[in-house]
């Protein structure tokens, strides 16, 4: 695997049987490394022999554009997947290494006329030990750590992430070969305390149970939840692109109408989390990914774990969050003081604030606590020289101390900055691309789409973007 995944977990879970029933079609899955969106090649029942070169006769035929290796140093059929059965009738697969130019497992060349009994998560390489075109793996392969209804319809490919109670896994549905992304807390042997431990399982719980109720573009959807008596998984829809974090380390100071795309979608996304009764609570861009690292990304927000439900009577009274995105009537006083959904509106000003800048408007010359609670925010002449009035005054209306004076998500999307026909249309045409885009888009944005299509050209409404 590439040297910033991580190797698997050895420890197990409640279910601990050695073989896990399977529900796939495939001996085994092929996963392209040179991009996590290919679709993962299936060696299928029925078929014992796959051969891959750059000849068309090949069962799978590699083509320049989809590997980083060089096409012309690759031979016409280069090796073959072969399953074969032991001496105990167990089924096993082989690699067979047809050309003297290198095919190699985990960097160790096999040899023209050879083989090499392969195990899951193996690398295969070829041309050089450095040309990594795939990742093998066993569909009756058993990932320790993992129960028993996610061994049967996954397989595990790698780590994503890794906290201090929990991991996140890419992995392939053995039947739809389809990608999720697998969000994990499970009991281990270390130093933290049963307390802690148990407080972050229970944290997923609710973040399963909160995921199951949404539906809408803009939330990362959860397609099941797997829970145990000490351990909790998550199968959640795969984002690509990583997090909004990464894209603003990359780029730093946005283009204001690649922000303000971004920006729509998060409040669109939160103001259906609020209709709801639901307060994220820890808005920021680590928690919000993203379908590639390009300006027309579709954002999802994630990571429920600190959101509650709230109704008309009651309010948020745990101090919780993240301090850099906190509003000051919780990171002022850090006590059980209640609060309300305003607090999102704050950390999303924060997000909008370094969108459009390339930089925290509290990270400056007193602590940022102080100045998160005074409101002190630093204008930085250079980067806000290009951005608009209208869009640095709807900055300064949602990072207002009072909460009492910050503006609902309605009035953010009736603010004039917001009535951008060019960047309503991006987010109609891609976001809500396959979704009834009149039932999920404010009448308001809806209408400047409207009014400007009177005056030009009629233009059609389901054009398809790339993300």
């Known amino acids: 695997m590439d040297k910033d995944t991580q190797p698997m977990s050895q420890n197990t879970d409640e279910d601990t049987e050695n073989v896990a029933p399977t529900e796939s079609t495939s001996w085994g899955l092929l996963f392209w490394a040179s991009d996590r969106d290919l679709d993962t090649e299936r060696l299928r029942h029925g078929k014992d022999l796959y051969t891959v070169g750059r000849h068309v006769m090949c069962d799978i035929v590699i083509h320049q554009e989809i590997t980083k290796i060089k096409i012309d140093n690759l031979s016409r059929v280069q090796c073959g997947f072969r399953r074969i059965r032991d001496m105990t009738a167990d089924y096993q697969t082989i690699l067979e290494d047809y050309s003297a130019n290198g095919t190699f497992v985990n960097g160790v060349k096999i040899g023209k006329g050879k083989n090499k009994l392969l195990a899951n998560g193996d690398?295969?390489?070829?041309?050089?030990?450095?040309?990594?075109?795939?990742?093998?793996?066993?569909?009756?392969?058993?990932?320790?750590?993992?129960?028993?209804?996610?061994?049967?319809?996954?397989?595990?490919?790698?780590?994503?992430?890794?906290?201090?109670?929990?991991?996140?896994?890419?992995?392939?549905?053995?039947?739809?070969?389809?990608?999720?992304?697998?969000?994990?807390?499970?009991?281990?042997?270390?130093?933290?305390?049963?307390?802690?431990?148990?407080?972050?399982?229970?944290?997923l719980k609710n973040e399963s149970e909160l995921l199951c109720t949404l539906e809408h573009p803009g939330i990362v959807k959860v397609e099941d939840s797997i829970c145990k008596p000490k351990s909790i998984h998550l199968v959640l829809e795969l984002m690509n692109g990583g997090d909004l974090q990464k894209r603003i380390k990359d780029v730093g100071q946005m283009e204001e109408s690649t922000a303000k795309y971004y920006f729509m979608q998060l409040v669109l996304a939160v103001k259906y989390l609020h209709q709801q009764g639901v307060v994220h609570r820890d808005l920021k861009p680590e928690n919000i990914l993203m379908s590639s690292q390009n300006e027309n990304a579709i954002l999802k927000i994630s990571d429920f774990g600190l959101s509650k439900f709230v109704d008309e009577e009651t309010v948020c009274q745990t101090y919780c969050g993240t301090p850099l995105y906190l509003a000051p009537e919780v990171a002022r006083d850090r006590t059980f003081k209640p609060y309300t959904s305003a607090v999102d509106v704050w950390s999303l000003g924060v997000i909008l604030f370094i969108l459009l800048s390339g930089y925290h408007p509290f990270i400056h010359s007193l602590s940022t606590d102080a100045n998160i609670a005074k409101g002190h925010f630093l204008l930085k002449e250079p980067n806000w020289s290009s951005v608009s009035a209208e869009g640095l005054a709807l900055v300064k209306q949602m990072l207002e101390v009072d909460p009492k004076k910050r503006p609902t998500l309605e009035d953010i999307l009736e603010d004039p900055w917001m009535k951008d026909s060019q960047v309503v249309s991006r987010v109609n045409e891609i976001v809500f691309a396959d979704t009834s885009t009149v039932d999920k888009l404010p009448d308001s944005l809806l209408s400047c789409i409207q009014e400007n299509e009177s005056i030009d050209e009629p233009v059609p409404k389901r054009r398809r973007v790339t993300p």
Request: charge should be positive.
């Open 123 to 203: 690398v295969i390489a070829m041309t050089c030990p450095k040309g990594k075109v795939f990742t093998y793996l066993d569909t009756q392969h058993r990932n320790p750590g993992f129960p028993t209804d996610i061994n049967k319809k996954f397989v595990i490919v790698e780590n994503l992430g890794k906290g201090s109670f929990g991991e996140v896994w890419l992995s392939v549905h053995k039947k739809t070969n389809k990608k999720y992304a697998i969000k994990s807390v499970r009991r281990q042997p270390n130093g933290f305390s049963e307390l802690k431990r148990n407080e972050a399982i229970q944290q």
